[in-house]
C-alpha cells in the first residue's frame, strides 16, 4: 500500500501564510512557524488597534469640541450639559465636523444650546 501524504496541500498552505508575512524581518517571513507567530501576533495587534481607533477619534472630536466652545468662553462641560437638558440630539462627531467647517452654523447652534 501506498504511503498517502499532504505535501502538496501543506506547502500551498504554508505558501499562503508566507506571502501574508512580506515585509518581516529575518525568520519571522521565512520559516514558517515563525511565520504563523508573528501573524498571530499582528492578527490580535490589528483587533487591539481597531477597537482603539473609536476610542481615539471620540478623544480627537472631543478636545475639537471643546477648543470650539472655549473660543465662545465657555467649557466643554457646560455645553454637554445644557445639550442634554434641552434635549439636543446632535452627537459629538456631528458637532465637531460643524465646528470645524462651518463656523457660522456652528455659532448659532451654540447660541440656541447655551441660552
Known sequence: MVRVTNGLQRQRRHKKFIRLAKGFRLWRSK???????????????????????????RRLRIERLSAAVKEKGNRYSTFIGSMTKKNVILDRKVLSNIAIAFPQVFDKVYAEIVK
Open 31 to 57: 520559516v514558517y512557524k515563525q511565520v504563523r507567530l508573528a501573524l498571530v501576533k499582528q492578527w490580535q495587534h490589528a483587533y487591539k488597534s481597531r477597537k482603539e481607533k473609536k476610542r481615539d477619534f
